[in-house]
């Protein structure tokens, strides 16, 4: 992939500042599309992420024969065509450049009695697929992929799945809700045990359609998922709040740029994904929830909150390993935040970095390099010593979170910053810089 679309990023002349309403939650926008095309009913979405990646589970879901209208500032109407309706696809269903909804798909079409491709863009297509393939094909499905475990990924039609007791060699919501998807149309009780929590939006999500799923807490890190299949899925309507990994780009930014007070309004706080606050908040950042509250059924429960931020200035930190399956999508900026630290950040427990739009590891450990940083790599983490950030060209490596990382970056840093190929921060915040400006950022696009 090639793209000469850049971010010409510079010091922010003063404190951020305002209430701003951030995109609809990503994670929650792809699994509304996912249940509203498979339940009985037409469901009304609101808040939903028009970003790339959602629309490319739209997409995916429409080719199929699924009915839909919108979506259109965040309302999206479905028609459900019920747990059997779908129709061969009669192209390649592209996924884009998303992970999620290849993988979370692939679970969907593996108990269809028609074949299906999937594939993506250059960054998905380098991706590691054989962590959902592998479960799948025990519980029957006939999934193929490229030689290195890599998209596309072929699905054969089949007849029938069996249930599979399932332990989780990673902590991965992706792996765990490809599973619990295949595992709607078993025979019998699939069940999954996660070494570690991670989001829980899809388990949350299939109550509120009225399927059953049994969440059970074997100690404080470890849980089991039960799913019986043959059940049904019924339209309801949702409102998805602002994501939380939007938002962290806003809390690290607010947290670093002296003189900022900024409040982030109905962001999802879900108890799974508030592991960048707790990485900050050690870091010594001043976050405040407020007016928190519950949005009822149509999520069946999702939390959400206002979250204030004021600059107090941070402190470097040993991250708990355990927070990083609870923050995997916000370290780019986390890295960001620690390279504004007083003394050192120790990050570690965090390998599965490596494996998503980009290294993350390796793409992050250039870029601060590459902007005057000392930062160590190592394989599962780095350490970074926070001081000045110098200004200089960064390449993002197409990957959405490390661009806009080194936009927040910008804030603070004593010349300009040029992000190289930010193309791809449409496929989940499309009016980031648009928002980054209107509270003191300030980004040329």
Known sequence: MTSDKQFHCRKSEKGLSGKIRLPGDKSMSHRA?????????????????????????????????????????????ITGCGMHGLEAPEVDLDMGNSG?????????????????????????SGRPM?????????????????????????????????????????????????ILMAG??????????????????????LGAYGYPCEVEKIDDAVSTIRIKGGGTLSACDVDIPADISSAAFF?????????????????GVNPTRTGVIDVLRAMGADITLKNERVIGEAVNGEPVADIEVKYVGLKGAEIDPALVPLAIDEFPVICVAAACAQGETIITGAEELRHKESDRISAMVAGLQAV???????????????????????????????????????????????????ENVATSFPNFAELANKVGLNIDD
């Open 33 to 77: 599309v996912m249940f509203s095309s498979l339940a009985q009913g037409k469901s009304k979405i609101t808040g939903l992420l028009e970003g790339e990646d959602v629309l490319a589970t739209l997409g995916a879901f429409k080719a199929m024969g699924v009915k839909a209208v919108g979506p259109k500032n965040g309302r999206l109407t």
């Open 100 to 124: 999620t909804a290849m993988r979370l798909i692939a679970g969907i079409l593996a108990a269809q009695k028609f074949p299906s491709k999937l594939v993506g863009d250059e960054s998905l």
């Open 130 to 178: 054989r962590r959902i393939t592998v479960p799948l094909t025990a519980m029957g499905a006939k999934c193929v992929t490229d030689e290195g475990g890599t998209p596309p990924i072929h699905i054969r039609a089949v007849t029938k799945l069996e249930p599979i007791d399932y332990k989780l060699p990673i902590a991965s919501a992706q792996i765990k809700s490809c």
């Open 184 to 205: 709607m149309y078993a025979q019998g009780e699939t069940t999954v045990t996660e070494p570690a929590p991670t989001r829980d939006h899809t388990e949350r999500m």
């Open 251 to 267: 809390m690290v930014a607010a947290s670093i740029v002296p003189g900022s007070k900024l409040v982030l309004q109905n962001v």
């Open 372 to 422: 005057g940083v000392d930062v160590t790599e190592y394989r599962d983490g780095m350490t970074v010593r926070g001081g000045t950030i110098s200004g200089g060209v960064v390449e993002s490596f197409h990957d959405h979170r490390i661009a806009m990382s080194f936009a927040v970056a910008a804030g603070v840093s004593e010349e300009t910053i040029v992000v190289n190929g930010v």
